[in-house]
């Protein structure tokens, strides 16, 4: 059975730093092929792909957000981390994680974890 | 830049009948790469299907995908009641660049 669930702050400064960690079980991310992305869901709004990382640990950005995210991943924790600069109150929202079998969707989800950038 | 239009926006239907759900992308893409997903309130979403018509595991075949170049469907043949909800398109781009749509609401009528 493949898990993933998402951990980090619930509140943000404006201009902090978010670290976000997904912690997975059910699959390697040592097999080829596989990727671990990361989407977020503004309230009430559509989702959001932010960045994936690859198990040759290839990495893909968002284009209009590669400045301010950095993607990393400890296979022997089987865990991946995002980064986010800068936060902004337009940042607000449910962040996720989620597997990728074949790298080109998203079999499995976490449940997500809001996070509010407020001052 | 590329994007993905859904239509229609909100679709309301009855339990029981057929619901056709747009998916239109402003350049020809490959159906290898397109995918469905289904999410309710306060929950992640779900894939539905891959490959533009392939069912991920357990979907109900009720559920059923199609097209090409830059027209794409999600066809759900009868509604039931656990199958209100948004639904999302996806593809997995040039550049390993993921883009969703911007969702249809499926709602009871």
């Known amino acids: 059975q493949i898990t993933l669930k998402e951990s980090g702050p619930t509140l943000v400064k404006p201009t902090q730093t978010l670290t976000l960690t997904c912690m997975f079980s059910?699959?390697?991310?040592?097999?080829?092929?596989?990727?671990v992305g990361w989407i977020r869901q503004p309230p009430g709004k559509a989702l959001e792909w932010l960045a994936l990382i690859y198990w040759d640990d290839d990495k893909r950005y968002r284009p209009s957000l590669k400045s301010r995210l950095t993607i990393t991943k400890d296979t022997s924790k089987n865990q991946v981390v995002l980064t986010m600069t800068n936060m902004d109150p337009v940042d607000t929202a449910t962040y996720y994680c989620?597997?990728?079998?074949?790298?080109?969707?998203?079999?499995?989800w976490g449940q997500g974890t809001l996070v509010t950038v407020s001052s | 830049e590329f994007v993905l239009a859904q239509s229609p926006g909100t679709l309301s239907l009855s339990p029981g009948e057929r619901a056709t759900l747009s998916c239109r992308a402003s350049?020809?893409?490959?159906?290898?790469?397109l995918a469905w997903y289904q999410q309710k309130p306060g929950q992640a979403p779900r894939l539905l299907i891959y490959?533009?018509?392939s069912r991920a595991i357990g979907i109900p075949d009720r559920f059923g995908g199609s097209g090409s170049g830059t027209d794409f469907t999600l066809t759900i043949s009868r509604l039931e009641p656990e199958d209100f909800a948004v639904y999302y398109c996806q593809y997995y781009g040039t550049s390993a660049i993921f883009t969703f749509g911007p969702g249809t609401k499926v709602d009871i009528k």
């Open positions: 059910g699959f390697s991310l040592s097999t080829s092929g596989v990727g």
């Open positions: 989620a597997h990728s079998p074949s790298s080109s969707s998203y079999a499995n």
């Open positions: 490959g533009a018509s």
């Open positions: 350049q020809s893409i490959s159906s290898d790469y």
